[in-house]
């Protein structure tokens, strides 16, 4: 039981880079289930979520061995089309197997996740594009078992809201269907056009990737390939706030920051000073940021996964900003444990009015999911005194070397145990 204990009042100054992204790598080695043999990926990061998903894959029959950052995944012929319930609550993306083992296999078994520190989460839309493509599904003692008698034959499916997950486990399964797959309104993050580079390298024929209608054309088979992770937006958006915060200046290297355009405006929005190059980007903290109101959307709107760092510098605004939360019910929990460091903050519905304060003041917090861990740990880079992090797994399944990171930038942050 880990914490992390950070100092506040230095300015960060330097440079870090960032590596592969979470929300892709995770979906990248699933799909490798799609094709028996010998894949590795590149610029992975050494975070906990890849380990667990890891374990999925292993529970599944395929070896999973790490290389400094290269993965190395072997898989096999047969697979074991299953993920108990054990290894999908620690690791909820484990949902995305079920399109690849139902391609593969023609059946599959999935504990249903339920719900997590962000809400409830259904999966009622992942299931409606795969029954579209053949499947057939039934809630068994918690599982969700389907079943594709028939094989999986493409379809035209419209999705209601471009949901992540539902969008891989579409393409993931249509990728070896029978046929022309028309996926209306899918997500359009970078993490799933990098998807699509990695399945098209596999000898997928998949077009409109980053729009809104994809088209896939199944193929017989697909093969193994090496394949280089995209940079992690979301680790380099922390970083850059981490800086503005700090009222100090951060240049994040290896990253791409046209994929964080609409973060990178609002920043910019608050006083800070950005500037840009194609795989790089630095910023400049104000003394004390301007208010801005805000709402998250799916991409190429204001990433949700970015909304608890921004609100730990809007806390330290001169003056009020509202935050429209639009993805998730449960995504303002963390604020409560803002509010004990002195932060001014009304919730309503999905609103959020932060009143900056010129200062907040250090104090134990629990961090309640990824990246409102990393939010808290930003707010204590500027508030008064020791602010004491608990609860730092849920960190860990996010960045590789945060701590670390944040030190080498001159922050005064120690992980201890508790
Ligand atoms: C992924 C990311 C997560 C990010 C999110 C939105 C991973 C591992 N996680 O999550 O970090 O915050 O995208 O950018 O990549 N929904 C339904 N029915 C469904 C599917 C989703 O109602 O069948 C709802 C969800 O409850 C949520 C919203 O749609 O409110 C967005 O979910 P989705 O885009 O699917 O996110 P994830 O893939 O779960």
Request: glycine share 12%; proline share 6%.
């Amino acid at each position: 039981m880990d914490q992390i204990v950070v100092t506040g009042g230095t300015r960060l100054e330097g440079s870090v880079p960032v590596l592969g992204a979470k929300n892709a790598v995770l979906k990248q080695m699933v799909a490798m289930l799609l094709a028996p043999g010998s894949h590795r990926l590149t610029n992975v990061p050494g975070i906990l979520d890849v380990e667990l998903m890891g374990r999925v894959l292993d529970h599944i029959g395929a070896e999973c061995k790490p290389d400094g950052h290269d993965l190395i995944v072997e898989i096999p012929d047969d697979l074991r089309p299953e993920a108990p319930l054990e290894l999908v609550r620690q690791m909820r993306a484990s949902i995305i197997v079920l399109g690849p083992l139902l391609a593969r296999n023609g059946t599959a078994s999935v504990a249903f996740p339920g719900g997590d520190d962000l809400g409830a989460r259904p999966i009622d839309m992942h299931l409606a594009g795969l029954r579209a493509l053949g499947a057939e599904f039934e809630l068994e003692h918690g599982t969700v078992v389907g079943r594709a008698p028939n094989g999986l034959t493409g379809a035209e499916i419209d999705l209601e809201f471009p949901s992540v997950g539902a969008t891989e486990n579409i393409l993931l399964a249509a990728v070896l269907a029978r046929g022309e797959t028309v996926l209306g309104n899918p997500a359009r993050e970078p993490e799933i056009q990098d998807l699509v580079v990695q399945l098209t390298a596999m000898g997928a024929d998949i077009t409109g990737a980053g729009t809104s209608r994809m088209v896939i054309r199944g193929v017989g088979e697909l093969h193994p390939v090496d394949h280089r992770v995209v940079p992690d937006r979301l680790e380099a958006g922390t970083y850059a706030i981490a800086g503005a915060i700090s009222r100090g200046r951060v240049r994040v290297d290896h990253c791409l920051p046209d994929h964080l355009r609409m973060e990178l405006k609002k920043l910019a929005e608050t006083g800070c000073e950005v500037k840009r190059g194609d795989d790089w980007f630095e910023v400049e903290g104000p003394d004390r940021p301007r208010p801005i109101d805000f709402a998250t959307l799916p991409f190429p709107g204001f990433a949700t996964d970015m909304q608890p760092q921004m609100v730990a510098l809007l806390a330290f605004g001169n003056g009020t900003s509202v935050v429209t939360e639009n993805l998730y019910d449960a995504r303002f929990r963390y604020l409560g444990e803002l509010m004990r460091m002195g932060a001014d903050v009304t919730t309503e519905w999905q609103h959020a009015v932060i009143r900056g304060s010129e200062r907040l003041s250090g104090c134990p917090v629990l961090a309640p999911d990824i990246r409102a861990g990393a939010a808290l740990v930003l707010a204590g880079l500027r508030a008064d005194g020791y602010t004491i992090v608990s609860d730092i797994q849920h960190i860990d399944r996010g960045y590789e070397g945060f701590v670390d990171r944040l030190a080498s930038l001159g922050a005064v942050i120690e992980r201890r145990s508790a």
